[in-house]
């Protein structure tokens, strides 16, 4: 009795001073548009509408609750709908109270929401994420939700049966506002498109490579060849099994198998996936400050380290970057997070796996393709492998057709520092607009005098296009 006493306590402080990055390291690249500087009080209102489980099966009658939030302030009779739709993320007021949305939509008299996923934030069908709950959960049935949205608000809000309706999303949101246009266009009359990726892929090897890029562009080559000489470094201590330096410059739990190739490609993923981070997420100074931490390093480890355990916060605690600590996050089937959901979503619809598939890029070659088809097969019990993934992939781009979607009225923009643009379709004029020295979805900011005249014109020209679509 008195020896199983002790062996609970040790264990218990065992964990307790392990501390696993990957819930942070994957809520920033997920986090949803970025919430506006400025944001306006006024009557913002969360209320729920009732979906069906299943859009397409006459035969399966259960429903759920997806929630909403809405805003009339500014709105006048038969003025304009304007959604901002949500994605892999809980929705928030914020994007409701303040940014370009917004500005048009006060400028034009328009009736305002968001729009919650299902899955994501409190629009749960189910009061888990068992394997077996997630089958309504992907992009046809969450544009059905959108498309009974529409109709239902216009049937019974006084004053928006006439109303002409636009819609605004970033990122996985940016694909569905394009995707919403291709599959229900009679339900919309224009669209923004902010860093959408359109084009479904597996193996997405491209992603790497613009965050090189990137930190070239504005941190300088210096801080590129310093990251890339870091990871060439720890790869050989892990080639001859020395977790030395990796315990001293980051302090790495002892769990960690370097004779593990899943252990060794959660710890250079991990590390890729935080300067993704520092990349997607980017305003003036960000890179730049990384990248002086990063040069006033001792030596390349030691800069590289003193990133990554800044990056990653872990405080006191060891930073545990096994395979078996990424897998346990994925496996938690509570309702608290989203990387569950969007993994499933990833291995069913899109791949996107940001993998060390290319040469050109800083971090190295141990995260490839496979092993991320092997997570979906981990994850979620289920026979997966990369056939499976394949054809699923392929469908999506058949249904929804990749880079040529054939929308009428979808203005499409990215940021040239975000690797999510590798995906999307760039173009300009009425088209579109790629954007210099932007990241992920920051266009959807209102304007400031900071913008570039890019920037600028951007904005101008997404305000003349709402402004001909609801006239
Ligand atoms: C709102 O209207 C004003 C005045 O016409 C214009 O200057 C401004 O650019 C408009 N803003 C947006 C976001 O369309």
């Not at 099966?57 to 429903?63: A, F, I, L, N, V």
């Not at 992009?139 to 049937?155: C, G, N, P, R, W």
């Not at 290319?358 to 490839?368: I, K, T």
Request: charged share 25%; net charge negative; proline share 4%.
């Amino acid at each position: 009795m008195k020896l199983f006493v002790v062996i609970l306590v040790i264990s218990v402080s065992v964990t307790n001073c392990q501390f696993s990055p990957f819930r942070t390291i994957f809520e920033k690249l997920h986090e949803g548009p970025p919430p506006p500087l400025v944001q306006y009080r006024n009557n913002i209102h969360m209320k729920y509408i009732e979906q069906k489980l299943d859009h397409f099966d006459e035969s399966e009658k259960r429903t759920w609750r997806m929630r909403y939030l809405s805003n009339d302030f500014y709105f006048k009779e038969k003025g304009p709908i304007f959604i901002f739709v949500g994605g892999e993320w809980e929705i928030s007021e914020s994007n409701l109270r303040g940014g370009h949305m917004f500005d048009m939509a006060k400028n034009l008299s328009g009736y305002m929401f968001y729009t919650e996923h299902r899955y994501y934030g409190r629009s749960q069908p189910f009061t888990d994420l068992k394997t077996e709950n997630l089958k309504y959960l992907n992009v046809k049935q969450a544009l059905a939700d959108l498309a009974h949205f529409i109709k239902t608000s216009k049937e019974t809000i006084p004053g928006l049966q006439e109303s002409k309706v636009i819609l605004v999303g970033g990122s996985y949101s940016a694909t569905m506002v394009t995707w919403f246009s291709k599959l229900y266009p009679d339900l919309v009359n224009g669209a923004w498109a902010s860093s959408a990726p359109l084009r479904a892929k597996v193996d997405f090897k491209e992603y790497k490579e613009v965050v090189g890029a990137s930190i070239t562009e504005v941190g300088g080559e210096a801080c590129y060849k310093r990251i890339e000489s870091a990871v060439k470094i720890l790869e050989d201590d892990i080639e001859n099994g020395n977790l030395e330096r990796l315990k001293e410059n980051i302090n790495i739990c002892p769990n960690f198998d370097v004779t593990n190739k899943k252990d060794v490609m959660a710890l250079f993923g991990s590390f890729s996936d935080i300067f993704a981070g520092l990349v997607q997420t980017h305003n003036k100074g960000n890179i730049e400050k990384a990248c002086e931490m990063i040069l006033t390093g001792k030596d390349d480890v030691a800069g590289f380290g003193k990133f990554v355990k800044a990056y990653v916060d872990a405080g006191s605690k060891c930073v545990d970057l096994s395979y078996d600590a990424e897998l346990t996050e994925l496996r938690k089937t509570d309702l608290k997070g989203e990387m569950r959901q969007w993994y499933y979503q990833t291995c069913n619809e899109f791949g996107w796996y940001q993998t060390s598939g290319s040469d050109n890029q800083p971090f190295g070659h141990h995260f490839p393709v496979d092993l991320y088809v092997e997570l979906c097969k981990d994850v979620y019990d289920t026979p997966f492998s990369g056939e499976t993934i394949e054809s699923n992939i392929q469908l999506t781009n058949e249904a929804f057709g990749a880079l040529q979607p054939e929308v009428k009225n979808v203005y499409f923009t990215h940021g040239k520092l975000d690797p999510w643009h590798a995906m999307g379709l760039l173009c300009s004029g009425d088209c579109g607009a790629v954007v210099p020295l932007y990241a992920h979805c920051k266009d959807l900011a209102s304007s400031s005098s900071a913008d570039t005249p890019e920037m600028t014109e951007l904005k101008r020209t997404i305000s003349k296009l709402v402004t001909k679509w609801v006239s």
